[in-house]
């Protein structure tokens, strides 16, 4: 998405259980095994033991309105977005958090692009806010629960560990003088030929999870690599990986190599997926430091809010200095977010 102006990010913030699980116990428990805990690299957890995925997007919402001093009746669009069961079926949960936060005039809009849906429902809320002068603040939340019986957090997928959280961004006209970053650039790509993989063999079917089974990506995965290789799937990964890096940059007005770009972070997935694919590619684009944030687990949708929450809160990305957030999700979406810390 090219942005023809930067728009300003009030607030960011993310909102954790204070629960965990650890490996340990999760070996212990038979949830894991010690290869795969060694592959994921995880030591714990957070695991949301009482609130829904919907009730701790309000309580991050609730945090990111006040922190930036808005009242919510300011709030002319909610955008939610997430990944797994939100607590109920047939029901809108981004009414819901739009009615708990207070935010009555708020058009609620609720977007499913798998791990990807947080990025996609921030560029959702830029591309209102371009083209809508009506829109006050535009209000982007995720929240995302993975428990059993319908997950298992250690291992219903490959090379990632499932951690329970949710995010806010509050979007607006730039204000430099009050504004946490200004969202400098946003892109994202697809390559739609890539949904066999989280579809594998199975047909489909007439209701969420027939016969009570637990998401198993695993098993569709291998179902999808024995029938198509690895190949595509990782010259696709590398090749759109590189391309929204760049084109989030170049709308930036940054080259790769910018010495303004103070930092990168990864999505949150396993150690061995980190070390062995993201973090080698994205040297082989730029030079800027890269962080890995995995120690949460991956979040769903909440990966790329949770960043800029880190880069905020670790003062990583200096006045004048720019951040760059990497998300990938299933069917399969890549994105790159840029944002720029503004000089007071």
Not at 44 to 58: F, G, I, K, N, T
Not at 74 to 98: F, N, T
Not at 131 to 147: E, K, Q
Request: aromatic share 6%.
């Amino acid at each position: 998405m090219k942005l023809t102006r930067e728009l300003g990010l009030a607030a960011v913030t993310a909102y954790f259980p204070t629960a965990r699980q650890g490996a340990e116990e999760a070996m212990a428990l038979g949830l894991v095994d010690a290869e795969d805990a060694e592959t994921l690299g995880r030591p714990e957890l957070p695991v949301s033991a009482d609130l829904a995925p919907p009730e701790m997007a309000v309580a991050a919402g609730r945090q990111a309105l006040e922190e930036a001093g808005v009242d919510p009746a300011r709030v002319g669009l909610l955008v939610h977005s997430w990944m797994h069961h939100q607590g109920h079926d047939i029901w809108s949960a981004p009414h819901y958090v739009a009615h708990q936060l207070g935010a009555e005039r708020a058009q609620p809009v609720g977007v499913q692009q798998q791990c990807n849906g947080g990025v996609a429902a921030l560029e959702t809320a830029a591309a209102r806010l371009l083209v809508d002068p009506s829109i006050d603040h535009a209000l982007v939340t995720t929240g995302d629960r993975f428990v059993e019986p319908g997950w298992r957090r250690w291992t219903s997928d490959y090379g990632i560990a499932f951690g329970d959280a949710a995010t806010a961004l509050l979007l607006h006209e730039r204000d430099d003088e009050t504004d946490m970053f200004t969202l400098s650039g946003i892109a994202i790509a697809a390559a739609p030929e890539l949904e066999e993989m989280h579809r594998g063999d199975d047909p489909f079917s007439t209701d969420t999870r027939p016969d009570g089974e637990h998401a198993d990506l695993r098993r569709r995965k291998k179902a999808y690599l024995a029938r198509r290789g690895i190949e595509g799937f990782a010259k696709a990964g590398a090749l759109k990986l590189r391309q929204v890096v760049t084109e989030s940059l170049a709308d930036a007005g940054l080259e790769p190599d910018d010495q303004r770009i103070a930092c990168v972070a990864l999505p949150r997935l396993g150690r061995k997926t980190i070390t062995d694919i993201y973090a080698p590619a994205v040297a082989a684009i730029t030079g800027a430091p890269v962080h890995d944030y995995g120690h949460t687990g991956h979040l769903g949708t909440g990966d790329a809010a949770a960043s800029l929450a880190e880069f905020r809160q670790r003062r990583l990305v200096p006045a004048g200095q720019y951040g760059v957030v990497l998300t990938a999700g299933g069917g399969f979406t890549w994105s790159s977010i840029v944002v720029r810390t503004p000089e007071r």
